[in-house]
Nanobody, 126 residues
Framework: QVQLVESGGGLVQAGDSLRLSCAAS????????MGWFRQAPGKEREFVAA????????NYVDSVKGRFTISRDNAQNTVYLQMNSLNPEDTAVYYC???????????????????WGQGTQVTVSS
């Protein structure tokens, strides 16, 4: 059993910052990459950012480039999402996810992720 537990969400004002954390625990698994997705009310869950575990290569959706930074701590089995200059359009439930393979499937492909956290709410007021 693999568990991904997110934390760090909350209610903030536009322009503020938040840092989300995702701690992985449980059985050992091949962790090729970890990512963050988000789902706003009435919308599909969308890719936000991802990082490959070995090399630390990162990818972002265009709407968060320059504002969000994904990072990882290999020793702590934790991935972070630093979110700056938040705006109301960033309001969503943020999910952490892990995938065991990255070859042949784009890093943003939701269905390629094997494990998911329960989500943490981020609300940005104007």
């Amino acid at each position: 059993q693999v568990q991904l537990v997110e934390s760090g969400g909350g209610l903030v004002q536009a322009g503020d910052s938040l840092r989300l954390s995702c701690a992985a625990s449980g059985r050992t698994f091949s962790r090729a990459a970890m990512g963050w997705f988000r789902q706003a009310p009435g919308k599909e869950r969308e890719f936000v950012a991802a990082i490959t575990w070995s090399r630390g290569s990162t990818n972002y959706v265009d709407s968060v480039k320059g504002r969000f930074t994904i990072s990882r701590d290999n020793a702590q089995n934790t991935v972070y999402l630093q979110m700056n200059s938040l705006n109301p359009e960033d309001t969503a439930v943020y999910y952490c996810a892990a995938r065991e393979h990255i070859i042949g499937v784009p890093i943003a492909t939701k269905s390629a992720y094997n494990y998911w956290g329960q989500g943490t709410q981020v609300t940005v007021s104007s």
